[in-house]
């Protein structure tokens, strides 16, 4: 590395930011991961993680035996920061940008003439400039460049480089992923690539800042609405008596046709959200994004509804009316398998839904996670899959985990199963 970037600062240590800090410390770069978690920094500094993501442990502990990476509740001064912080949305699909803002803040006091600055935030178009503002707001001793495409010599450097890795492999696409990179300048991008060429493999690809925020929303409102397509075509087979997982493979034989599988819902805490944030900035244009979040966000409710018909049915050919209330078993809780990730989790809703409605009634297999989350604490059991097979009259799959797929010809055999994957 240059040895203007000796050392780095990252803010936010979650599903992004831990990883990144990672890879650099990896590359014998000097980082301070910042946290308000208190814990995840006690977690961090003594080798271990607390998230699940595959080979991170071991970069994490390697890295902090070694001196390279530490966590700290406050930012250190540092040659580059980078703010990984989360960017969720408000009542009404606004976005949120006070993470941003208060990883501002928090930087502000420590920049000095010559460092970097890169959002990598999913955020709405003009949120790198929204941050840039915040920080000439708190150091009108240096001159930052506040719109997108600035000309002129500044004392600052701003970038936004958003991360586009699948959790789960995030170690690998990390490095291997190409990297579109977006300056508030020309000499804006150009510092920012000589900082993430220290170990992306991929290509670095140098835009303004508005067209890199808007590129990684392009990305992800694309899947979005290839996704509800296939949710859509999902309610509508089931209501044509037609096996839709079939229909999806054999109109997927087509050369030109990629149809996305169906699903529960959307999760995660980048398509289930990233489309709000182009409908925000232009709700009457975005028609198709809003109506492809409505179609996602509504498929948690029709499952929910064929949970509810069967519970009627299992009731009405019951002639015993002491009989016990039906045990339902509903599998994963994750946005998507073989992680314990449940931001925005179709399937975490539905549970809690499914909870409320039926108390005592609701067993969870989850394979990725020790504990339920505090919403449901107190509302389900945590059961393991052998348990939920036994004891529950419906089965509901809700994520495809590889423990799931495993053990299908099991699930085959009970009745009242709902499998929202296509497991079966």
């Not at 519970?311 to 314990?340: H, M, Q, R």
Request: aromatic content about 6%.
């Amino acid at each position: 590395m240059k040895k203007e970037f000796n050392k780095l600062t990252v803010m936010g240590l979650g599903y992004i930011g831990l990883p990144t800090a990672a890879v650099f410390a990896a590359r014998k770069i000097q980082v301070c991961g910042v946290d308000v978690n208190k814990s995840a920094v006690e977690t961090i500094n003594r080798g271990e993680i607390h998230i699940v993501e595959p080979e991170l442990d071991m970069v994490v502990h390697a890295t902090v035996s070694e001196g390279y990476l530490k966590a700290s509740l406050s930012p250190e001064p540092a040659d580059a920061f980078i703010i990984a912080v989360p960017t969720p949305f408000k009542e009404g699909n606004d976005p949120d940008l006070s993470y941003i803002e208060a990883a501002t803040k928090a930087i502000a006091p420590v920049l000095k003439k010559g460092d970097l600055v890169v959002l990598e935030s999913t955020s709405p178009v003009g949120a790198t400039e929204h941050m840039a503002k915040g920080i000439a707001e708190f150091r009108k001793d240096l001159r930052i460049p506040t719109e997108n495409r600035s000309t002129g010599n500044f004392d600052i450097f701003i970038a936004h480089c958003p991360e586009r890795v699948l959790p789960g492999q995030v170690m690998r696409e990390l490095v291997e992923n190409d990297r579109i990179i977006g300056g508030m300048t020309q000499d804006c991008a150009e510092k920012a690539k000589e900082l993430y060429e220290v170990f992306v493999h991929g290509d670095c690809l140098l835009t303004d800042v508005r067209t890199a925020e808007m590129a990684k929303l392009t990305e992800n409102a694309f899947r979005d609405v290839n996704i509800a397509f296939a949710n859509e075509l999902s309610m509508i087979a089931d209501k044509l008596d037609i096996d839709v997982w079939e229909l999806i493979s054999l109109a997927n034989k087509h050369p030109r046709v990629d149809i996305l599988q169906p699903g529960c819902g959307v999760g995660g805490h980048c398509i289930a959200v990233d489309p709000w944030f182009i409908v925000s900035k232009t709700p009457d244009l975005a028609r198709i994004t809003r109506m492809a979040r409505e179609v996602n966000d509504a498929k948690p409710e029709w499952v929910l509804k064929k949970v509810d018909e069967m519970l009627t049915n299992i009731s009405a050919k019951s002639s015993d009316e002491n009989t016990v209330v039906s045990k339902v078993a509903c599998y994963g809780l994750a946005f998507k398998p073989d992680i314990d990730d449940l931001r925005e989790s179709p399937a975490l809703g539905i549970t809690t839904t499914l909870a409320k409605k039926y108390p005592e009634s609701v067993m969870v297999v989850e394979p990725n996670i020790s504990e339920v989350p505090h919403s449901l604490k107190g509302k389900v059991t945590l059961v393991d899959f052998d348990y939920a097979l036994k004891n529950a009259d419906i089965n509901v799959i809700l994520v495809d985990h590889k423990e799931f797929i495993k053990s299908a010809d099991r699930l085959r055999q009970v009745s009242n199963i709902i499998d929202t994957r296509g497991i079966l």
